[in-house]
Nanobody
Framework: QVHLVESGGGLVQAGGSLRLSCLAS????????MAWFRQAPGKGREFVAL????????YYADSVKGRFTISSDHAVNTMYLQMNSLKPEDTAVYYC????????????????????WGQGTQVTVSS
């Protein structure tokens, strides 16, 4: 069992920055992948970024590449998403997710491949 708690969301102007955090508790065994997804009103859950192999492997959606950076600190069981140059279209509820079991898929980018989810944190970017 893994309990995930996101924090760091808020309201920011376009061009601004936010840093999201995801604390993973109640499990210390290695996890295959951790990821961020987002969901805007009326839309499906969209992949944002993932991290594997203690940070040596990262992968980003094209829409955030070059603006967002995913990282993790295993000493405190926390994953981060640094979001720079935010745009109004980045407005969404952001969720962190964890996949436990290893997979032949190098970059699992679909929600159903993840086992545990946080409750989400709202990010609103004003124009």
């Amino acid at each position: 069992q893994v309990h995930l708690v996101e924090s760091g969301g808020g309201l920011v102007q376009a061009g601004g920055s936010l840093r999201l955090s995801c604390l993973a508790s109640e499990r210390t065994a290695p996890m295959y992948a951790m990821a961020w997804f987002r969901q805007a009103p009326g839309k499906g859950r969209e992949f944002v970024a993932l991290i594997r192999e203690s940070g040596s492997i990262t992968y980003y959606a094209d829409s955030v590449k070059g603006r967002f950076t995913i990282s993790s600190d295993h000493a405190v069981n926390t994953m981060y998403l640094q979001m720079n140059s935010l745009k109004p279209e980045d407005t969404a509820v952001y969720y962190c997710a964890v996949r436990i079991e290893k997979s032949v898929i190098t970059y699992p980018v679909t929600p159903h491949r993840y086992d545990y989810w946080g409750q989400g944190t709202q990010v609103t970017v004003s124009s």
